[in-house]
């Protein structure tokens, strides 16, 4: 299991970028699909990015498809999310997660999530 500590949030121009990034401790990270999630106030979480352990494969909902991108440095098990030409929708608190199951990752099924990263897009 994963434990993520969430940063890089901030308050940000719409239009603007911002990197976020995901230390998580564990042996386990390397192994681990790793996934972004986001949830805006008053709202389910949702699905953000996904990658997986060997760095073969990413997956973006259309929502962010273009603008985000995820990646992985193993060496530091840390995971990051460039997210660019932001939008005032993009505003919600961000949160990384993983698991040694794709469909699992994809899904959210975790049983604990770290405290997230807030990210605020103005206009």
């Known amino acids: 299991q994963v434990h993520p500590v969430e940063s890089g949030g901030g308050l940000v121009q719409a239009g603007g970028s911002l990197r976020l990034s995901c230390a998580a401790s564990?042996?386990?990270?390397?192994?681990?699909?790793m996934a972004w999630f986001r949830q805006a106030p008053g709202k389910e979480r949702e699905f953000v990015a996904a990658i997986k352990w060997d760095d073969t494969t990413t997956y973006y909902p259309d929502s962010v498809e273009g603008r985000f991108t995820i990646s992985r440095d193993d060496a530091k098990n840390t995971l990051y999310l460039q997210m660019n030409s932001l939008k005032r929708e993009d505003t919600a608190v961000y949160y990384c997660?993983?698991?040694?199951?794709?469909?699992?990752?994809?899904?959210?099924?975790?049983?604990?999530w770290g405290q997230g990263t807030q990210v605020t897009v103005f206009s």
């Open positions: 564990g042996r386990a990270f390397s192994t681990y699909h």
């Open positions: 997660n993983g698991d040694d199951n794709w469909v699992a990752t994809l899904l959210g099924d975790f049983t604990s």
